[in-house]
């Protein structure tokens, strides 16, 4: 499965909130730890806060459930605009 950028730092920065063991991230952090802008960053976040993955709590973020219960497909299908997979090419050199 091929991933925009947008899947990835998505996925990126789910991960960083689930690191927090249930405390508030806020968002500039996240956009610090990934050398992403604030903006671009703010665009994703609104994606999987509308998709209930995320809550906002005063400046930050939460999981709006326990991190085992959000799998990967539920960000990427949030976060894509289609989702499918391709085959993998093994012989590929990059």
Same mark, same amino acid.
């Given at each position: 499965?091929?991933? @925009?950028? %947008?899947?990835? !730092?998505? #996925? %990126?920065?789910? $991960?960083? *909130?689930?690191?927090?063991?249930?405390?508030?991230?806020? #968002? &500039?952090? $996240?956009?610090?730890?990934?050398?992403? =802008?604030? &903006? !671009?960053?703010?665009? $994703?976040?609104?994606?999987? &806060? %509308?998709?209930? #993955? *995320?809550?906002?709590?005063?400046?930050? !973020?939460?999981? =709006? +459930?326990?991190?085992? &219960?959000?799998?990967? !497909?539920? *960000?990427? /299908?949030?976060?894509? /605009? =289609?989702?499918? @997979?391709?085959?993998?090419?093994?012989? +590929? =050199?990059?």
């Amino acid at each position: 499965m091929k991933l @925009s950028t %947008r899947s990835r !730092y998505g #996925l %990126r920065a789910m $991960i960083d *909130i689930a690191m927090q063991d249930n405390q508030p991230v806020l #968002l &500039k952090d $996240i956009a610090n730890l990934e050398h992403l =802008s604030m &903006k !671009y960053l703010d665009h $994703i976040m609104g994606g999987l &806060k %509308r998709a209930g #993955l *995320i809550r906002r709590v005063n400046e930050g !973020y939460l999981l =709006s +459930r326990e991190p085992d &219960k959000i799998t990967a !497909y539920d *960000i990427i /299908s949030v976060l894509e /605009s =289609s989702v499918k @997979s391709v085959d993998c090419d093994m012989n +590929r =050199s990059d």
